[in-house]
């Protein structure tokens, strides 16, 4: 009897639900595809420009492994001044490659075989995998479709047991564009302490909420920096996916932990990022604005288009996604997108991917040109009237 | 507002429609802002934005910077003016620096923007100086590049 070369907890790790539907979309021709959880814009040319700056300077060695001093003052100082909670960058900011590596190095750093993490759902893919991977167990708390997808204090409390270690938010969220409104974050962090946790904010999405909705981080409530890491990147708001480059801020403890795991798996995040990361931070600001505008007048074309074409779809907070009510249309989400897909060419990525709670919606990404967007929701509307 | 002229900037041919959903507001709302904003004289027109080189590869445009001598009353407003009233001008700025006027000017050929100079600027009474600088290639105009950028590739769905 031969035994799987592969290691049991990764053998078991179910693939990503996007996976396998990017396969299917690769394999066909001229689809459009609203099925992108990334910014369609370029880096902004002064940032790739300052990249290439510095190559031609000739800085491409490693740096220390917290990520380049500068780099991390600069994070320090935008954190403060955009967050209002304050880190000390030579031993609470670690520089990662992207937030995703973060989330990783936290929960690792965290962990005890067998802890609970909480985490709310629908939610980007990546959560439940990573726990798993570092040896905890993943418990989803679904949120709501009338609340907008924000959580409720109340569902996340029922969820809570003795086990319990650490509480994963991904606000503004995708798949859902969901922003918590303030009372009900200081009720959530009022959980946290009350029951010990350490909280992990992905806070990626932060720069993109529209309307004037203002962004609030858990980590700036009164008792929550010193249980708090907060992660961010540079990946949506400044259109730098591919650059991998993100950064935690948090208590010194955690992240030498954080800097433990990564020094030894990493060593440190690409220098060329780096500079460029430090760019953005210090005259991104608009070009990150004039991005966000266009993805405003897009999220309000979608949303009226999808709402006139009989699909409810509440008008989203934040991130650059919407998520599309399909329950009317008696399919599954999994049908409803490859039907969609096969005969009308148009992705979408089905709610389910991002856990069991999606079920029922679609998330369509507006990171997408305007004028294929338009075409895309004119045949997701001859799609739904047939 | 801001936002508005903003659309209208990049593409003042988009239909109302659908500048209206983007906006978020109603089609009738929309129009009334547009009037108004045409009303008021913040918009002044709508025009299309041409690659020459394409368009006409004779025509020819020359910015030229003049220094005038600026008069008791008025400054430099009615001789900005009077050049401005030329066909041949498309554009008439007061500048800070060692000029005064910048003028571009707009030709089929050579000979109509040399004669245009010679004849018509240079000859009046207020203006001291010229100098003539031509145009030899265009790379980016009213924010438009001319050269299409190549889209990346980019994957079809990703989380």
């Known amino acids: 009897m031969s035994r799987s070369r592969i290691a049991d907890h990764v053998r078991t790790i179910p693939r990503s639900g996007i996976r396998d539907f990017f396969e299917i979309v690769q394999s066909m021709k001229e689809v459009i595809s609203l099925g992108i959880g990334e910014p369609d814009f370029v880096t902004p040319w002064h940032i790739r420009e300052s990249a290439i700056y510095s190559l031609e300077k000739g800085r491409t ?6 990520g380049a001093p500068r780099l991390r003052r600069a994070i320090a100082a935008y954190v403060e001044s955009h967050f209002s909670v304050g880190y000390n960058p030579h031993d609470e900011v670690i520089v990662t490659v992207g937030v995703s590596e973060a989330i990783d190095l936290a929960l690792r750093a965290l962990l005890n075989p067998g802890d609970e993490v909480l985490y709310h759902e629908p939610c980007y893919v990546s959560y439940s995998p990573s726990i798993l991977l570092a040896g905890g167990v993943p418990v989803a708390v679904a949120t709501r479709a009338e609340d907008e997808f924000t959580l409720r204090a109340g569902d996340l409390e029922k969820a809570i047991t003795p086990k319990t270690r650490v509480l994963m938010l991904n606000f503004p969220t995708n798949p859902t564009g969901a922003v918590m409104p303030q009372e009900e974050l200081k009720k959530i962090a009022a959980l946290a302490v009350k029951h010990d946790l350490v909280v992990l904010s992905d806070e990626i999405y932060s720069e993109l909420t529209y309307d004037e909705v203002p962004h609030h981080s858990i980590a700036a409530l009164p008792g929550m920096k010193e249980r708090t890491v907060f992660l961010h990147g540079f990946s949506k708001a400044f259109a730098m996916t591919g650059w991998r480059i993100g950064y935690a801020c948090g208590p010194a403890d955690i992240i030498e932990a954080m800097m433990k795991i990564h020094q030894y798996s990493i060593l440190c995040a690409p220098v060329m990022a780096q500079e460029a990361a430090l760019e953005a931070l210090e005259r991104g600001q608009r070009s990150m604005e004039r991005m966000r505008e266009e993805y405003r007048l897009r999220r309000n074309l979608i949303v009226t288009s999808l709402n ?45 991917a991002f856990g069991p709670s999606g079920e029922g919606y679609v998330r369509c990404s507006y990171a997408t040109a305007l004028d294929q967007i338009k075409i895309a929701v004119e045949r997701i509307s001859d799609f739904v009237r047939k | 507002m ?20 983007q906006l978020g507001v109603s ?20 025009q299309a934005v041409i690659n ?6 004779d025509a020819v445009t020359a910015v030229i910077e003049v220094r005038v001598t600026p008069e008791r009353e008025g400054g430099f407003d009615r001789i900005a003016n009077r050049i401005a009233r030329f066909e041949e001008v498309e554009g008439v700025y007061l500048m800070s620096g060692g000029h005064d006027l910048l003028v571009v000017v707009e030709g089929r050929n050579l000979r109509e923007v040399a004669s245009f100079v010679a004849d018509k600027l240079s000859t009046i009474d207020a203006v001291q100086s010229c100098a003539t600088h031509f145009r030899l290639k265009t790379y980016k105009e009213n924010g438009r590049a001319h050269a299409a950028e190549e889209a990346p590739e980019r994957l079809a769905v990703t989380p």
């Open chain 1, 61 to 66: 060695g490693y740096t220390s492994n917290l």
């Open chain 1, 308 to 352: 006139e074409a009989g699909i409810p779809c509440h008008l989203p907070k934040g991130a650059f996604y919407v998520f599309p009510d399909i329950r009317g249309i008696g399919m599954t989400s999994k049908d409803f997108a490859l039907k969609l897909l096969e005969e009308k060419k148009v992705a979408v990525v089905p709610g389910t």
């Open chain 2, 2 to 21: 801001d936002s508005l002229i903003r659309l209208l900037r990049q593409n003042s041919a988009t239909p109302r429609a659908e500048l209206a959903r």
């Open chain 2, 27 to 46: 089609e009738a709302d929309l129009a009334a802002k547009i009037e108004k904003l045409e009303k008021d004289g913040v918009i002044l027109g709508y």
């Open chain 2, 52 to 57: 020459r080189e394409k368009w006409n590869p």
